[in-house]
């Protein structure tokens, strides 16, 4: 499990750093609102890593999947928050500065408070996406073996 989960959350991290840098080629990277695309590619990793769980995994129980998706989520949102504390430290220092007047914030909140919200970011998505997901590859109750768990 830890297989999976490990190389589904480096794989979306290089996607969101590939995202952010072809972004940044069109000078588009300071503009909050195309960060909403890093949830298709959350969403898309989360449930290429839960489906291929599902597939090898001999029985497949609800809290595995869901920490499956949870932790390939929380790994790429650390992995790409690194990413990015790398680059708004050592690349581009004007960029958090950029970010946040754009949220009609002065700079005295610093990046600390950038990378802080990237990471809450992407593991609440994960966290939010892991759940939904579940709902549709968890095994249905509404089959002769799953009628043995309801009261009569």
């Known amino acids: 499990m830890s297989k999976i989960y490990t190389r589904y959350g480096i794989l979306m991290a290089i996607a969101l750093v590939a995202y952010f840098l072809l972004l940044k080629l069109f000078g588009l990277h300071q503009y909050p609102v195309f960060s909403a695309a890093n949830g298709i590619i959350f969403g898309a990793g989360l449930m290429m890593a839960m489906r291929r769980y599902k597939r090898d995994a001999g029985s497949f129980k609800y809290e595995k999947g869901f920490q499956v998706g ?83």
């Open 70 to 152: 949870f932790m390939s989520g929380a790994l790429a949102s650390v992995i790409f928050t690194i990413f990015m504390a790398i680059y708004m430290y050592q690349i581009d220092t004007e960029f958090a500065v950029r970010i946040l007047e754009s949220w009609g914030q002065g700079y005295e909140l610093g990046t600390f408070m950038l990378l802080f919200t990237i990471f809450v970011m992407g593991v609440s998505t994960s966290l939010v996406l892991s759940l939904a997901y579940m709902q549709l590859l968890k095994d249905s109750w509404n089959t002769p073996e799953g009628k043995r768990n309801t009261l009569k």
